[in-house]
């Protein structure tokens, strides 16, 4: 199934790619330069640390090895 939208957009992204000979390293001055160029303030973002990993601790049921099949067990 093709779509008219996706199409198009696929058209456009490899014709702007072409302009630069597919080179990502010159896509990637062009588009900083575009940056620049529009007077927008663009966020970089800053990659976050990973919480550290902690154990679960267990539920007094799992301890005994079995879990309570009903409110009155």
């Known amino acids: 199934m093709n779509d008219p939208i996706v199409d198009e957009v696929r058209r456009v992204r490899d014709a702007y790619a072409a302009r630069f000979n597919y080179d990502l390293d010159a896509i990637f001055q062009d588009v900083k330069e575009r940056e620049k160029r529009s ?8 990659a ?3 919480a550290p990993n902690h154990p679960l601790q267990a539920a007094p049921a799992a301890e005994r090895g079995r879990l309570p099949h009903n409110k009155d067990e």
């Open 39 to 46: 007077g927008l303030k663009f966020v970089q973002g800053v």
């Open 48 to 50: 976050r640390q990973p």
